[in-house]
């Protein structure tokens, strides 16, 4: 049998993928204050251009107005997404 010539599989279309938790810098609510940094949500939508996250926390646009469905919309390659960093656990102190 002869062998079929190899074909790099295609690269994916996105990075994220429906479910992805990921950290994104963006104002919001903490501890009843309003303040900008990074926020954890989920990724809800994507297609080959943006991503869509759903918070849990209120999230406002740049210009003020608090997204009712707390839902953001980032390009793919936008540097205010990324996966999410891992939290350093405090050292439990020995008695």
Known sequence: MTSAPF??????????EVGDIVEVFCDHDRKGERVRGWLRGIVVQTDPKMVAVQFRANVYLTDGWMVPDHILW???????IRKPR??????????
Request: charged share 35%.
């Open 7 to 16: 074909m790099r599989p295609p690269a994916p279309d996105s990075e994220y």
């Open 74 to 80: 980032y390009p793919q390659a936008s540097t205010q």
């Open 86 to 95: 891992k939290r350093q656990d405090t050292p439990v102190e020995e008695k």
